[in-house]
């Protein structure tokens, strides 16, 4: 029950309220809304934990989408689809903006549970860019829908086909939103089967159709087209298929650009210059990984943890030899780079940034918070260690 804990220790009390009075669930125990945070919190709490089973495990459930969509990561996503963000900024926090529009808009909120699993996996093993004709409008016309549907229905043998369309937008480096079209596919699966007890206690096995999830956005000002799904192979068909049914226009595969990394300018010291304004302290080298240009078969690793109190440039010219020994005959093939912020507020300490790069096109930004990767990217851009390319989808 750690969720429905922490549900209900962040939720304030007149959100908590909203949630029962909504929903219906009975609470066996009288709770005060108007007594303090803490004894609100106990009672409810307790309230909950003598519930039956039933509607313990609905407020479960329900706790369990809502704190999904609380971190800074859901609440992007949440922004992201709705029309009036002033209905969002004037909640207490996180976690009373989700169970807002989780009671509120409750499909808008699946939108953004929806724009969460996309930008999650954006870049990873699941992730594919495509380039199209740019200025289309996707259609939502029913017999578009249901043709793209069909078209579904054949490639993976599903009777069911559900499909979100839906305006969204996305952050990018340069401060300002894109607006992007997102469609969302949910697709029945093969039978399979599982184990669960009947009602007699007994254990048995029972057949189901599992549901898989996949999504897809276009971005009208550019032409991309970015598709999530866990089998590869179906990634450019369903491009296909969004090209042919929903936007009227020829798909010729024509992949995205891939990102491309260049480490040259770590290989002499670098000052990594920064605006003020994004309240960054310092930015170190902690890692450099080396290959000599007369071998493939050698490599060297310097490492200069945070207590050394030097650059790692001073560290290789110690230990390598002097004057600048990795400015020649070497070519850097990863770094490891900690981008240290000032402290906020009456934090002691400010937070760290760890990016690792690996060349030719390796990257773990997409593992980093919206924020983190709006920073990184800008920097990376300005260091020269990212390649920039017009079509390459940003961040």
Request: some cysteine.
């Amino acid at each position: 029950m750690a969720s429905v804990t922490s549900f209900i220790r962040n939720m304030p009390a007149s959100s908590l309220q909203a949630y029962f009075d909504h929903t219906g669930i009975a609470l066996p125990t009288t709770v005060d809304w108007t007594a303090p945070e803490p004894e609100v919190v106990r009672v409810a709490l307790r309230a909950v934990d003598e519930m039956d089973d039933e509607a313990k495990a609905r407020v479960l459930n329900d706790a369990e989408r809502v704190s999904g969509l609380a971190d800074d990561a859901g609440q992007t996503a949440l922004y992201s689809v709705v029309d009036d963000r002033a209905l969002l900024d004037v909640l207490a926090n996180g976690h009373a903006r989700s169970l807002w529009m989780f009671l509120n808009a409750p499909i808008l909120f699946r939108h953004a549970e929806e724009v969460r699993f996309t930008d999650e996996k954006r870049r990873g093993r699941s992730w594919d860019g495509f380039i199209i004709e740019a200025g289309c409008t996707v259609s939502r016309d029913p017999v578009a829908i249901d043709a793209f549907k069909a078209s579904l229905r054949t490639r993976f043998a599903s009777a069911n086909v559900h499909v979100d369309v839906f305006e969204r937008v996305r952050a990018t480096f340069e401060g300002e939103d894109c607006d992007l079209v997102q469609i969302t596919v949910y697709r029945e699966g093969l039978p399979d089967d599982l184990l669960a007890f009947d009602d007699g206690g007994s254990l048995v096995r029972r057949a189901y159709r599992p549901v898989f999830e996949a999504a897809m956005t276009y971005e009208p000002a550019t032409g991309v087209v970015e598709v999530v799904a866990s089998d590869r192979e179906s990634r450019a068909e369903m491009a296909m298929f969004l090209a042919r049914d929903l936007l009227g226009v020829d798909f010729q595969n024509e992949k995205v650009p891939v990102r491309r990394y260049d480490l040259d300018v770590l290989l002499s010291p670098f000052d990594f210059p920064t605006d003020l304004e994004d309240g960054i302290e310092r930015v170190d080298v902690r890692l450099l990984r080396l290959m000599p240009l007369d071998t493939v078969g050698e490599r060297v690793t310097l490492e200069c943890m945070a207590k050394a109190g030097r650059t790692i440039w001073s560290m290789a010219e110690e230990r390598l030899g002097p004057g600048n020994p990795i400015d020649s005959g070497w070519v850097a093939t990863q770094a490891k780079l900690a981008i240290k912020f000032h402290p906020k507020g009456d934090a002691k300490r400010g937070r760290t940034l760890p990016l690792t790069i690996t060349m030719p096109h390796g990257c773990n930004l997409r593992d980093q918070t919206e924020e983190e990767q709006l920073i990184g990217e800008k920097y990376l851009r300005r260091w020269g260690i990212l390649a920039d390319d017009a079509l390459s989808p940003k961040f």
